[in-house]
């Protein structure tokens, strides 16, 4: 058991700090804006404006 003064019955297990710190690099990866795949929201962004009729695209421009 980990001893913490200011929370009297605090047991841990390697379950529970797993399941934190998957979910803080969750949380870090919407903060900065990157996919659970790797990819970059602004790539997504850019592709979606490129397929749109009217609009040119990267090669067009």
């Known amino acids: 058991m980990i001893s913490m003064p200011w929370m009297m019955p605090a047991v841990f297990n390697v379950a529970d700090i ?3 710190s998957g979910m803080i690099s969750v949380a ?3 903060v900065l804006g990157i996919r659970l795949d790797g990819t970059r929201e602004r790539d997504h962004a850019s592709d979606a404006a490129a397929t749109e009729p009217g609009t040119p ?3 067009e421009a």
Do not use: C, K
Request: no cysteine; net charge neutral; glycine share 12%.
């Open 28 to 30: 870090l990866l919407i």
């Open 18 to 20: 797993f399941i934190v």
């Open 57 to 59: 695209g990267p090669s």
